[in-house]
């Protein structure tokens, strides 16, 4: 019995589990090395959605090499200590894991005094595609380690041929011909088409830039509206809507619904 116990501890994956606070970088390291549709699960990703109470846990190797990581933030009431994976909805969400990482090493991940104290009695990834390789190999993991592992249909995802000419409809492509002349007025246009491999972080950190001056644009003309409004910087209250203008009545309904405490919030558009 003792040699069949010793022989069985031999066989065992040597599996180390760290617990991390917040979203730590060997997330990127994984990214790296995952599936080249995976390689957006960088530790940026993550944090963007992680709030306060976020932790990972990381599987590594003897040898320090990080093979799958699960960053988790808090779920619910706080009481339950539920866990669930963050993300964005898009592209999807999913966990980096490592390609050469086995069945019996994930097992092992899941089973870990570490990962069970850390994910609490219940924790969640999703919404996923049904075929997602990777979350589809960390439910069988998980199960064989002992979790229970529920599943629920959400909904249907469809594609769209970009290549039909019906697709997008007339009235879209005017629309879209008419911001791509608007844009030819600042300059030169180029439209860049990425999928698949092509997906880097040169790609990544050009969408950054574009989304940070689409910030200060929004900044800048929040700026202009207050200099031209400054009876809104008087009500902070408002909350950057205009104040009731002089020239709108006092409706019926409205005069019931502040009665009832609801909040009414006016948006002026001023043609310029």
């Known amino acids: 019995m003792q040699q069949a116990r010793e022989s069985e501890r031999a066989s065992e994956p040597a599996i180390f589990v760290d617990l991390h606070r917040g979203i730590p970088a ?7 090395r995952a599936a080249p549709s995976h390689r957006f ?6 944090r963007m959605a992680a709030g306060e109470g976020a932790a990972t846990i990381a599987a590594l190797r003897g040898d320090g090499t990080a093979v799958a990581a699960l960053p988790t933030a808090p779920l619910g009431p706080t009481l339950i200590g539920a866990r669930s994976v963050p993300g964005s909805y ?5 966990v980096p894991l490592d390609p050469d990482v086995t069945d019996e090493e994930l ?16 924790w969640r990834i999703g919404p996923i595609y049904a075929d997602d390789p990777a979350t589809a190999r ?19 995802t469809f594609l769209f041929d970009a290549r039909d000419e019906a697709w997008p409809r007339r009235s879209t492509r ?13 300059g030169a ?22 989304e940070a001056a689409s910030y200060e644009c929004h900044v800048v003309m929040q700026a202009e509206y207050d200099a031209k409004n400054p009876a809104a910087l008087a009500q902070p209250e408002l909350a950057g809507y205009a104040p009731k203008p002089h020239y709108r009545p006092l409706t019926k309904f409205e005069n019931r619904g502040i009665k009832l405490g609801h909040g009414v919030w006016d948006v002026v558009f001023e043609r310029v």
């Open 174 to 186: 005017r629309r879209l011909a008419n911001y791509e002349r608007q844009l030819e007025q600042l």
């Open 41 to 46: 699960l960088r530790a940026g990703w993550y």
């Open 90 to 94: 898009w592209p999807f969400r999913s």
């Open 26 to 32: 060997l997330l990127d390291d994984l990214a790296v």
């Open 138 to 156: 960390i439910k069988r993991a998980a199960a064989v380690a002992g979790w229970t592992v529920l599943t629920r249909k959400l909904g249907r």
């Open 189 to 210: 246009v180029a439209i860049r088409h990425v999928s698949g491999e092509d997906w880097s972080s040169a790609v990544l950190d050009d969408l950054a830039a574009i």
């Open 107 to 122: 097992t092992a991940f899941f089973a870990h005094p570490v990962s069970i104290s850390a994910l609490g009695p219940a």
